[in-house]
């Protein structure tokens, strides 16, 4: 008895320490308005025996939730990972040896529970009659170092919300993942890089309106964290390659995202697009005449890079047993959405340093059908999911004389660059109350060719049509988690 009521004391003292902590952070989402409520119930519907600190009117519930989550992975092939090898995106290109043998076909296995999730829900108190407060701080452990784990912030923000109108402000997914409509897959990745991917600060009003509300138009102003777009790393000519959140702040424009989508009584459907404007370099070297002698002078520079990529999803669920999901994207400079792109320089002026720059273009789409069932003697739940995904790389419109880009997959002067990519990946997941197995084969395939030139020898970012190769990775999963609310 003395230990039933030590271990309790424990948990409100440790929910204690957390909140404390978290109330350094910004807030973030949570059930402020009813789709949002429904689809966070539905997400959690098995978590049970959460602490809770009841609000009142001048302080808000809390709650605290998250899971412990192991992963098992194989690969039969060499991938570009991040997150200690658990988010996987493709298969490295093959490198052959004077025998003829792939070095990159090189199988790996490991087992990991990094992953693990903890995270506050903060619901109320109303600010006013008709404006209530909610909030979310989430953390899990995937900053991962050599051998150690750190705790890293996925989403801190807080969040505003009246009888149509919603204001949010600080740190959760980019509208181009929409978390309404997330991949059933199990692996870390969630379908990347066929699904944009990417958490980011920012501020978004979204607006309802027509019959029931169905109707939502939604704006975003976003900066750049841990998902960053790339540029060079000096800002020199012939500089190399690098991701970095300054070329977005340096420009002072975030990036910009508006969308609307209708809910109707079985189906979403939606459009949007994204908007980044980049500065690459802060500095130029302009010729100049200064007191009779031509020299050069390091000047400000104004180069700048932007591009728009448009999206539309759609989703069918005409019960609570089956839906179909399904996105598509043409994506340019999309590097900060986790998907293999970039831009390039295309024309320099030799007298005023100053550059002009194209974006790299992809299509990605995927589609996911989904099965559940729950037993009704034992409430147990199975769930199949089956995504299927498919990119293409368009390259540029214009030659490239020097080229920026993230992935090691897209090498260009010379070198091999990503022509296509596509994923296959059936996932099997049952549910025991607080416990979730799923098992998960995953077949990523890209293939690589020599890079096309246009006419005066410059890069075009893309593969010629012959000569090329496909090299596939072999994935088998196996994920348990421990849920708790």
């Not at 296995?109 to 999730?117: G, P, S």
């Not at 138009?217 to 959140?245: C, E, F, H, R």
């Not at 069918?316 to 598509?328: E, G, I, Q, R, V």
């Not at 549910?431 to 060719?449: H, P, Q, R, S």
Request: charged residues 20%; positive net charge.
């Amino acid at each position: 008895m003395r230990l039933y009521f030590f271990m309790k004391k424990m948990k409100k003292f440790l929910l204690s320490v957390l909140v404390a902590c978290a109330s350094l952070s910004a807030f973030a989402q949570d059930n402020a308005v009813a789709d949002t409520a429904k689809h966070h119930h539905r997400h959690h519907r098995h978590h049970r025996n959460g602490v809770v600190f009841e609000g009142n009117d001048k302080n808000p519930k809390v709650s605290l939730y998250g899971f412990v989550r192991n992963y098992f992975t194989y690969d039969s092939h060499t991938e570009q990972t991040v997150c200690g090898g658990l988010f996987n995106t493709l298969p490295y290109d093959e490198n052959l040896n004077l025998r003829g043998e792939d070095l990159n076909a090189q199988p790996s296995a490991q087992w990991m529970a990094f992953t693990t999730r903890l995270g506050i829900n903060l619901q109320g108190p109303k600010l006013n009659e008709i404006c209530t407060m909610s909030g979310k701080v989430e953390m899990d452990f995937c900053g991962y170092g050599t051998y150690s784990y750190v705790l890293r912030l996925r989403q801190a923000f807080m969040r505003l919300s009246w009888q149509k109108n919603m204001l949010t402000l600080g740190q959760t997914w980019h509208p181009m993942f929409n978390s309404d409509m997330m991949p059933g897959c199990a692996a870390l990745a969630t379908g990347s890089p066929f699904q944009p991917f990417n958490r980011s600060p920012q501020i978004r009003h979204d607006v309802r309106f027509g019959k029931d509300n169905g109707w939502r138009w939604t704006t975003d102003l976003l900066w750049m964290l841990q998902y960053t777009p790339v540029g060079p790393d000096k800002d020199g000519l012939g500089a190399g390659s690098t991701a970095n959140i300054k070329f977005l702040n340096n420009s002072c424009i975030p990036d910009l995202y508006f969308g609307l989508d209708h809910t109707g009584k079985k189906t979403i459907v939606g459009v949007g697009a994204d908007l980044t404007s980049l500065k690459p370099r802060t500095t130029r070297e302009e010729k100049i005449n200064y007191e009779g002698k031509d020299t050069v002078c390091t000047v400000k520079s104004k180069d700048r890079v932007t591009a728009i990529s448009p999206m539309f999803y759609f989703q069918y669920k005409p019960s609570s047993k089956f839906k179909l999901m399904a996105k598509a994207v043409y994506g340019q400079n999309s590097a900060h959405l986790n998907m293999p792109s970039g831009y390039g320089l295309t024309k320099v002026n030799e007298e005023t340093g100053e550059c002009e720059y194209t974006p790299l273009r992809l299509f990605s789409t995927w589609i996911n059908p989904v099965w559940t069932s729950v037993s009704k003697n034992s409430g147990n739940i199975t769930k199949i999911s089956f995504f299927a995904g498919f990119q293409k790389n368009f390259g540029a419109k214009e030659g490239m004389v020097e080229e920026y880009v993230k992935y090691t997959a897209l090498q260009h002067k010379g070198g091999k660059t990503l022509d296509n990519c596509f994923r296959l990946c059936p996932t099997y997941t049952y549910t025991i109350k607080c416990f979730d197995l799923a098992v998960e084969y995953e077949l990523t395939g890209a293939t690589y060719g020599k890079e096309e030139k246009d006419n005066e020898g410059l890069w075009l970012g893309r593969a010629v049509e012959e000569d090329r190769n496909t090299v596939v990775n072999h994935r088998a999963c196996v994920m348990v988690k421990y849920n708790f609310k």
